[in-house]
């Protein structure tokens, strides 16, 4: 799995949004990047994943460059709630077991959204 | 409907002791995913079971780790005489595959583990 790089610590403001950055130079073609964040004392959850195209849902926007370089994951109100550690990860698609590809977690950015 | 669940949620054993953990995956949930957590570090993987198969246990730090899955549903990752490196908390995941290969990991709260 292609290595990603986070700033270690952000803040933002409750209300605004969080523009978390991700850099994962050496991606390949196949790879996918996801979003996971773990609030203290849960296990960690999904927020999103996209290959190439910029997805949405409802946690979450994901920017992906052209060049797929680097990413960003975008909380477009941010909630006192949204305390915590987010991880970038890139990961392969498999098909032969389908699925089957561990979650390599990096240190993360621990975002901090301040009242 | 219900996530997934691990029990116990803490554990305190003596150095030597012997402890199982127990995860409770999602209802159908193919695949499951077992993490090892160190205080202040991402998760890192232990190890993973397709239905009953362990197709992958190269993240096991020894041979004192076992996990198991018997029927392809519940799991149990088992640590022998434990050490107080093995202090951490202890997660697991299921997932269900899409059609392109992705999957979502969805993860229980965790076992912590405490080795005096």
């Known amino acids: 799995d292609a290595k990603t790089t986070q700033p270690p610590s952000m803040d933002c403001a409750e209300g605004r949004a969080a523009n978390l950055p991700c850099n994962h130079s050496?991606?390949?073609?196949?790879?996918?990047v996801y979003w996971y964040r773990q609030i203290h004392s849960q296990g960690p959850q999904y927020i999103i994943h996209?290959?190439?195209n910029n997805e949405t849902n409802e946690m979450a926007s994901l920017i992906i460059t052209e060049d797929r370089k680097s990413s960003t994951l975008i909380l477009p109100h941010a909630t006192l709630r949204d305390t915590a550690v987010y991880y970038c990860?890139?990961?392969?698609?498999?098909?032969?077991?389908?699925?089957?590809?561990?979650?390599?977690f990096g240190q993360g950015t621990r975002l901090t959204i301040n009242p | 409907g219900a996530g997934v669940s691990q029990s116990p949620r803490y554990k305190v054993a003596k150095r030597g002791q012997d402890v199982a953990l127990r995860c409770d995956p999602i209802s159908g949930h193919v695949s499951l995913f077992w993490y090892q957590q160190a205080l202040g570090q991402g998760p890192e993987f232990l190890t993973y079971?397709?239905?009953?198969?362990?197709?992958?246990k190269s993240g096991l730090p020894s041979d004192r780790f076992f996990a198991e899955r018997p029927e392809g549903s519940v799991s149990t990752l088992k640590i022998q005489r434990t050490q107080q490196e093995d202090s951490a908390v202890y997660l697991c995941?299921?997932?269900?595959?899409?059609?392109?290969?992705?999957?979502?990991?969805?993860f229980g709260p965790g076992t912590r583990l405490t080795v005096l």
């Open positions: 990860i890139v990961r392969v698609a498999t098909f032969f077991p389908p699925g089957a590809q561990k979650l390599v």
């Open positions: 996209g290959l190439k």
């Open positions: 050496t991606i390949s073609g196949n790879e996918y």
């Open positions: 995941a299921s997932s269900l595959y899409r059609t392109d290969g992705t999957d979502t990991q969805y």
């Open positions: 079971f397709q239905n009953e198969a362990q197709l992958d």
